[in-house]
């Protein structure tokens, strides 16, 4: 053997040729095919052999035709059968490649006929050979005739032929991926490659998921479809497998920009279709800039199209019936794909980011005139938008969580928005930091510097902006000394700011710390309790800080406080409404607090007892020039002074605040609170006996804003007007229904609505006396009783006969009511004072007393009406009731 092949070596190096054909002649072909695999199993002269048989095998001779096939046919196998070295079997192949076009028509056909055979019988072993298979396809194609059956093809029909009937057949799922790499290099009409990418398709329930990836290079528009199909794999296998997937499909796009063009025109006609794996598809080919806005633009129209169909649907129940179950919710398909990102998806989170802020920057509430938003909370989100708006937050919450790499951008465009969008509402990026700070406090102590950045920008933020930021970073400055410290600084610099919103904002960070740098001892009542906790803050800030530590920081802070006691009435009014918070939160700073407001009181209260009005109202205004300012919103200074005075007297009551178990502590705030209620109680009686003139506002008075004196009158009814307000409830809740607190009330109220009228009067006159009556002082909770004591007696006969069912029987219990109701009306009548009453007559209005009467005569209408046979009953009940107030009196 070794003397054949040094024979043909030697042959084929020499000049001629005709001797080198003559000895391969000679050769049988067994023999010569022994020879081939002798060389090619040495791996050494195997590539000298090849060439030889190549130049001694002329093509167009038929015995050279016939060698060059019989050299084909035999080396294909061998490259197969996995005898031989990969570096030899690629030489070969490369070598067999070179001279494939010179193969003649039928050669051809034979060896594309062997290609198939070996694949329908499972011989494809390592796939070297296939590598030779795009040469012969593509040779064939340049045939112009070759032989079928009992006729003739073009090369591009048999070609086809060949590629149908390869599709048709039987393939080991061990030769897949060969294949399909292999076809990767082959020319293909549309529908050759319609049936590759079928017959590859239908191969992928055989295959093992982690082959699956490197099929989707190429024919990657027809895979997408195949993973939402997918049940019986483990998820977590199945979302790295779509990982892997995706990136080899991006790269395909990023090629074959047809290819991106044809994915998105497929998502648009069929939104229904979307899936996790879709959607992180999306994502990714947004990275790619040329798609980005059309990406978005689709998930614009797709999210809002599928939040409509969702309300529709909760709002019909025959939808509901004629819809299958688990109808597309584009919503929970999105919080999908941000949880199946934990799988090793790296190059779909920014995509996941990008969408969140697109989301929030899009469906967020818009600005409108004087401050308004067109959408509320995202909180609340009820409209298709609003929902929108929140899930961009919650993609970008659960990304945050999920994704240490985008946790720095995240914050970092939050904090962004917050800073530069001073002109557009950002209540809902406050929400959304306010929700990570709630729910990964520690991880976003990790970019503290962040935010410490954002607070130096807190002086020139709007108001409400400020709020929102400074309460939603709370938890954190219970953990985080340098972040408290960093915003004290930043607080104490804003107090002193030339620019009033600065101060303002100084003024609500040191009230939101006061609320929630509890001292210890402090009050935590149900009304008032904090919602800034986290399960993830292990650190307690009390066993942290020492009691005598704590406090000192919250004096230290109210100290600073009451310098905003000699600045603007706006800073000084955020003060006051502040401070009753603060009390209910921190309720042993009762008596610092009390004591500032106390002391501030006393500057315009006037002790002398017959000197009239009892409050200085020259103080409360400053001039400059010709302009009149309000210096001292007194009017909110008494109102927090007696909310917060009413809140510790009660609070004493009940015997809940641990400080007041100390006597010396007890005796020091009885003594402050019973001076303070000497004094309240002082200008609740002058004030009922001042007059309009005493203020100098009666009807004569000038309320044009055009002037110094009508601005001045202005500001003066409204301190007046306020204090009429405070003074109401202040003594509704201390007369406890008594007839002298009544009659008191009457009489503030007399004045308070003699005013009122004055005001509203001179603002229905001229063009320029453009008054309103300005926001009233009095509290939710007294306006429900008091209306709720006004007109229950009107409403009781209204009420029974309401809760009556249709066929007009009642339970013993409605008719205990309306027994229990006669007892109320008569009391009503028999308590009404006199100066109401009077009042009433003057007015030409029904009185309280006919009112009381007239509800009586509803009570037995409706008994008469309704329950006749229980009329003597009531009767009796009602004779019962009289008796008993006659003897009472």
Same mark, same amino acid.
């Not at 167009?60 to 061998?78: D, M």
């Not at 290079?217 to 296998?237: A, E, R």
């Not at 202005?714 to 007369?735: D, Q, R, S, T």
């Not at 009783?785 to 029974?800: C, E, H, I, K, P």
């Given at each position: 053997?070794?003397?054949?092949?040094?024979?043909?070596?030697?042959?084929?190096?020499? =000049?001629?040729?005709?001797?080198?054909?003559?000895?391969?002649?000679?050769?049988?072909?067994?023999?010569?095919?022994?020879?081939?695999?002798?060389? #090619?199993?040495?791996?050494?002269?195997?590539?000298?052999?090849?060439?030889?048989?190549?130049?001694?095998?002329?093509?167009?001779?038929?015995?050279?035709?016939?060698?060059?096939?019989?050299?084909?046919?035999?080396?294909?196998?061998?490259?197969?059968?996995?005898?031989?070295?990969?570096?030899?079997?690629?030489?070969?192949?490369?070598?067999?490649?070179?001279?494939? *076009?010179?193969?003649?028509?039928?050669?051809?056909?034979?060896?594309?006929?062997?290609?198939?055979?070996?694949?329908?019988?499972?011989?494809?072993?390592?796939?070297?050979?296939? %590598?030779? /298979?795009?040469?012969?396809?593509?040779?064939?194609?340049?045939?112009?005739?070759?032989?079928?059956?009992?006729?003739?093809?073009?090369?591009?029909?048999?070609?086809?032929?060949?590629?149908?009937?390869?599709?048709?057949?039987?393939?080991?799922?061990?030769?897949?991926?060969?294949?399909?790499?292999?076809?990767?290099? @082959?020319?293909?009409?549309?529908?050759?490659?319609? /049936?590759?990418?079928?017959?590859?398709?239908?191969?992928?329930?055989?295959?093992?998921?982690?082959?699956?990836?490197?099929? +989707?290079?190429?024919?990657?528009?027809?895979?997408? *479809?195949?993973?939402?199909?997918?049940?019986?794999?483990?998820?977590?296998?199945?979302?790295?497998?779509?990982?892997?997937?995706?990136?080899? +499909?991006?790269?395909?796009? $990023?090629?074959?920009?047809?290819?991106?063009?044809?994915?998105? !025109?497929?998502?648009?006609?069929?939104?229904?279709?979307?899936?996790?794996?879709?959607? #992180?598809?999306?994502?990714?080919?947004?990275?790619?800039?040329?798609?980005?806005?059309?990406?978005?633009?689709?998930?614009?129209?797709?999210?809002?199209?599928?939040?409509?169909?969702?309300?529709?649907?909760?709002?019909?129940?025959?939808?509901?019936?004629?819809?299958?179950?688990?109808?597309?919710?584009?919503?929970?398909?999105?919080? =999908?794909?941000?949880?199946?990102?934990?799988?090793?998806?790296?190059?779909?989170?920014?995509?996941?980011?990008?969408?969140?802020?697109?989301?929030?920057?899009?469906?967020?509430?818009?600005?409108?005139?004087?401050?308004?938003?067109?959408?509320?909370?995202?909180?609340?989100?009820?409209?298709?938008?609003?929902?929108?708006?929140?899930?961009?937050?919650?993609?970008?919450?659960?990304?945050?969580?999920?994704?240490?790499?985008?946790?720095?951008?995240?914050?970092?465009?939050?904090?962004?928005?917050?800073?530069?969008? +001073?002109?557009?509402?950002?209540?809902?990026?406050?929400?959304?930091?306010?929700?990570?700070?709630?729910?990964?406090?520690?991880?976003?102590?990790?970019?503290?510097?962040?935010?410490?950045?954002?607070?130096?920008?807190?002086?020139?933020?709007?108001?409400?902006?400020?709020?929102?930021?400074?309460? #939603?970073?709370?938890?954190?400055?219970?953990?985080?000394?340098?972040?408290?410290?960093?915003?004290?600084? @930043?607080?104490?610099?804003?107090?002193?700011?030339?620019?009033?919103?600065?101060?303002?904002?100084?003024?609500?960070?040191?009230?939101?710390?006061?609320?929630?740098?509890?001292?210890?001892?402090?009050?935590?009542?149900?009304?008032?309790?904090? +919602?800034?906790?986290?399960?993830?803050?292990?650190? =307690?800030?009390?066993?942290?800080?020492?009691?005598?530590?704590?406090?000192? /920081?919250?004096?230290?802070?109210?100290?600073?406080?009451?310098?905003?006691?000699?600045?603007?009435?706006?800073?000084?009014?955020?003060?006051?409404?502040?401070?009753?918070?603060?009390?209910?939160?921190?309720?042993?700073?009762?008596?610092?607090?009390?004591?500032?407001?106390?002391?501030?009181?006393?500057?315009?209260?006037?002790?002398?007892?017959?000197?009239?009005?009892?409050?200085?109202?020259?103080?409360?205004?400053?001039?400059?020039?010709?302009?009149? *300012?309000?210096?001292?919103?007194?009017?909110?200074?008494?109102?927090?002074?007696?909310?917060?005075?009413?809140?510790?007297?009660?609070? $004493?009551?009940?015997?809940?605040?641990?400080?007041?178990?100390?006597?010396?502590?007890?005796?020091?705030? %009885?003594?402050?609170?019973?001076?303070?209620?000497?004094?309240?109680?002082?200008?609740? !009686?002058?004030?009922?006996?001042?007059?309009?003139?005493? /203020?100098?506002?009666?009807?004569?008075?000038?309320?044009?804003?055009?002037?110094?004196?009508?601005?001045?009158?202005?500001?003066?009814?409204?301190?007046?007007?306020?204090?009429?307000?405070?003074?109401?409830?202040?003594?509704?809740?201390?007369?406890?229904?008594?007839?002298?607190?009544?009659?008191?009330?009457?009489?503030?109220?007399?004045?308070?609505?003699?005013?009122?009228?004055?005001?509203?009067?001179?603002?229905?006159?001229? $063009?320029?006396?453009?008054?309103?009556?300005?926001?009233?002082?009095?509290?939710?909770?007294?306006?429900?009783?008091?209306?709720?004591?006004?007109?229950?007696?009107?409403?009781?006969?209204?009420?029974?006969?309401?809760?009556?069912?249709?066929?007009?029987?009642?339970?013993?219990?409605?008719?205990?009511?309306?027994?229990?109701?006669?007892?109320?009306?008569?009391?009503?009548?028999?308590?009404?004072?006199?100066?109401?009453?009077? #009042?009433?007559?003057?007015? !030409?209005?029904?009185?309280?007393?006919?009112?009381?009467?007239?509800?009586?005569?509803?009570?037995?209408?409706?008994?008469?009406?309704?329950?006749?046979?229980?009329?003597?009953?009531?009767?009796?009940?009602?004779?019962?009731?009289?008796?008993?107030?006659?003897?009472?009196?």
């Amino acid at each position: 053997m070794k003397a054949e092949m040094e024979r043909i070596i030697s042959l084929s190096n020499g =000049d001629s040729s005709g001797e080198l054909q003559k000895y391969l002649s000679s050769l049988s072909e067994s023999k010569l095919t022994t020879l081939i695999t002798s060389s #090619a199993l040495k791996g050494k002269t195997i590539g000298t052999i090849i060439k030889a048989v190549f130049k001694g095998s002329p093509p167009g001779s038929s015995e050279g035709s016939k060698r060059r096939l019989l050299l084909y046919q035999h080396c294909i196998p061998l490259c197969e059968s996995g005898d031989l070295q990969s570096e030899v079997a690629a030489d070969i192949i490369g070598l067999l490649m070179l001279e494939t *076009h010179t193969l003649v028509g039928p050669s051809l056909a034979k060896l594309a006929d062997l290609f198939i055979e070996e694949i329908k019988a499972g011989k494809i072993s390592n796939g070297k050979s296939l %590598e030779l /298979f795009p040469t012969v396809l593509m040779a064939i194609t340049a045939c112009e005739t070759l032989s079928y059956s009992k006729g003739e093809l073009s090369g591009e029909q048999y070609k086809k032929q060949l590629i149908n009937s390869l599709c048709a057949s039987r393939w080991d799922s061990q030769c897949v991926i060969q294949l399909t790499t292999m076809f990767r290099d @082959v020319p293909l009409s549309l529908d050759e490659l319609r /049936f590759v990418v079928e017959k590859v398709l239908r191969m992928f329930s055989k295959l093992d998921l982690q082959e699956i990836p490197p099929l +989707t290079g190429t024919y990657c528009k027809q895979v997408l *479809h195949t993973f939402t199909k997918v049940q019986s794999i483990p998820q977590d296998q199945l979302r790295h497998v779509e990982g892997t997937v995706i990136l080899h +499909t991006v790269f395909a796009v $990023r090629l074959n920009h047809e290819l991106g063009r044809e994915f998105l !025109k497929s998502i648009k006609a069929s939104y229904g279709d979307l899936c996790p794996f879709s959607v #992180a598809l999306l994502l990714s080919v947004a990275q790619i800039q040329r798609y980005e806005e059309q990406v978005f633009e689709l998930f614009k129209r797709a999210i809002l199209k599928s939040l409509k169909d969702v309300q529709l649907l909760q709002g019909s129940k025959f939808l509901q019936d004629l819809l299958p179950r688990g109808h597309c919710n584009i919503t929970e398909i999105i919080l =999908d794909t941000v949880k199946s990102s934990v799988f090793a998806w790296d190059h779909v989170t920014q995509g996941l980011v990008q969408l969140g802020f697109f989301l929030m920057d899009t469906f967020g509430p818009k600005p409108r005139p004087f401050g308004k938003t067109t959408e509320g909370s995202a909180a609340v989100a009820r409209t298709p938008s609003q929902l929108a708006c929140k899930l961009g937050g919650q993609v970008l919450l659960q990304g945050f969580k999920m994704h240490e790499a985008i946790r720095g951008e995240i914050l970092e465009q939050v904090l962004n928005r917050l800073v530069t969008k +001073t002109a557009s509402p950002v209540n809902h990026f406050i929400d959304l930091f306010s929700d990570i700070v709630t729910s990964a406090p520690m991880m976003l102590l990790e970019s503290s510097s962040k935010v410490t950045e954002t607070f130096d920008h807190l002086s020139y933020l709007p108001l409400p902006t400020v709020q929102g930021l400074l309460k #939603a970073v709370q938890p954190l400055l219970k953990v985080s000394m340098s972040m408290k410290d960093a915003l004290i600084l @930043v607080l104490r610099k804003a107090m002193f700011s030339s620019q009033l919103d600065g101060r303002k904002s100084a003024v609500t960070g040191f009230l939101l710390l006061l609320k929630n740098f509890k001292v210890l001892g402090s009050l935590a009542s149900s009304q008032c309790s904090q +919602t800034i906790s986290s399960s993830q803050i292990q650190v =307690d800030v009390h066993s942290r800080y020492n009691a005598a530590a704590n406090e000192a /920081f919250c004096l230290e802070i109210l100290s600073s406080l009451r310098r905003c006691l000699g600045q603007q009435a706006d800073v000084r009014l955020m003060l006051y409404e502040g401070f009753y918070d603060v009390l209910r939160r921190n309720s042993q700073l009762a008596s610092s607090i009390m004591q500032t407001l106390f002391s501030q009181l006393r500057r315009y209260y006037e002790p002398e007892q017959d000197l009239l009005p009892p409050l200085k109202l020259q103080p409360c205004i400053t001039a400059s020039g010709e302009q009149i *300012h309000l210096q001292e919103p007194l009017a909110h200074l008494v109102s927090s002074t007696v909310h917060c005075l009413l809140w510790l007297t009660n609070m $004493r009551r009940s015997a809940k605040i641990s400080a007041y178990d100390d006597d010396d502590n007890e005796d020091e705030d %009885e003594g402050y609170q019973s001076e303070l209620q000497v004094i309240l109680e002082s200008i609740t !009686k002058r004030m009922i006996k001042s007059e309009m003139e005493d /203020f100098e506002l009666d009807k004569s008075a000038e309320f044009s804003t055009v002037s110094s004196v009508g601005v001045k009158n202005n500001i003066y009814a409204v301190l007046v007007i306020g204090l009429y307000e405070v003074l109401l409830e202040y003594n509704f809740v201390k007369g406890n229904y008594s007839k002298s607190a009544f009659e008191e009330l009457v009489e503030l109220f007399n004045r308070y609505y003699k005013l009122c009228e004055i005001l509203r009067e001179k603002s229905g006159k001229g $063009r320029q006396a453009s008054n309103k009556i300005p926001r009233s002082l009095l509290s939710m909770g007294f306006i429900s009783t008091l209306v709720t004591a006004l007109f229950q007696a009107n409403s009781l006969a209204l009420t029974v006969l309401l809760t009556d069912g249709p066929d007009g029987q009642s339970s013993d219990s409605t008719f205990r009511f309306l027994c229990e109701m006669t007892s109320v009306l008569m009391w009503r009548y028999t308590n009404v004072p006199s100066a109401t009453e009077d #009042a009433g007559k003057k007015e !030409k209005r029904s009185s309280l007393s006919q009112l009381s009467l007239e509800g009586l005569l509803g009570v037995f209408n409706a008994c008469q009406q309704r329950y006749p046979d229980k009329m003597t009953k009531l009767l009796s009940s009602f004779g019962s009731t009289c008796r008993n107030k006659t003897h009472s009196r």
